[in-house]
């Protein structure tokens, strides 16, 4: 199976202020890659799939990048609502496999 | 608006049997591939099983191959995961959500608890 990390485990923000979470593939998954928010107590919600693109409903604020083993997830200026947890996911075979999180908090 | 709704979580102990039920509305099931993702307490998310529209196509984690059984029932709008040999480590929120290559709506989980 292809082992995804993300990094840093925990990142202090301030509202308003820029956030860069990584995630990174042991083997090339392509551009097959989504980005998912989960919020305590929620279900976890797509925010990115194909690498780059914002599924329906998603604010441009957020933005995806990469391909290969490393990508990148942006968000350019943090909202209230933004503070979650943030998961990455290739899909490009089976087993589909998560990264452990980034952690997104009010600095 | 789509929909799922699992049932079915609870108490069992160790080496006894589950099955969880997704209900499906607000979109055509039968078009549509499904999994079950769970979430230890505290923990990531770990992709289960997955099965296609028709059927034709189940894989499963390692984790779970051979104790656990995905299947549906496209007339119900239905989605099933037959949960055998409980383990401890598979206490968890387990999710149903759909989507052939990434989960694009999750419902909002059912707590299994495998506990002596």
């Known amino acids: 199976e292809i082992v995804m990390t993300q990094s840093p485990a925990t990142l202090s923000v301030s509202p308003g202020e820029r956030a860069t979470l990584s995630c990174r593939a042991r083997?090339?998954?392509?551009?097959?890659l989504a980005w998912y928010q989960q919020k305590p107590g929620q279900a976890p919600r797509l925010l990115i799939y194909?690498?780059?693109t914002r599924a329906t409903g998603i604010p441009a604020r957020f933005s995806g990048s990469g391909s290969g083993t490393e990508f990148t997830l942006t968000i350019s200026s943090l909202q209230s609502e933004d503070f979650a947890v943030y998961y990455c996911?290739?899909?490009?075979?089976?087993?589909?496999?998560f990264g452990q999180g980034t952690k997104v908090e009010i600095k | 608006e789509v929909q799922l709704v699992e049932s079915g979580g609870g108490l069992v102990q160790p080496g006894g049997s589950l099955r969880l039920s997704c209900a499906a509305s607000?979109?055509?099931?039968?078009?549509?591939?499904m999994n079950w993702v769970r979430q230890a307490p505290g923990k990531g998310l770990e992709w289960v099983s997955y099965?296609?529209?028709?059927?034709?196509?189940?894989y499963y984690a390692d984790s779970v191959k051979g104790r656990f059984t995905i299947s549906r029932d496209n007339a119900k709008n239905s989605l099933y995961l037959q949960m055998n040999s409980l383990r401890d480590e598979d206490t968890a929120v387990y999710y149903c959500a759909r989507g052939l290559q990434y989960p694009d709506y999750w419902g909002q989980g059912t707590l299994v608890t495998v506990s002596s």
């Open positions: 099965i296609s529209s028709s059927s034709s196509a189940i």
């Open positions: 607000g979109f055509t099931f039968s078009s549509y591939s």
């Open positions: 996911q290739h899909y490009n075979n089976w087993p589909w496999t």
């Open positions: 083997l090339s998954v392509s551009s097959n």
């Open positions: 194909g690498a780059s």
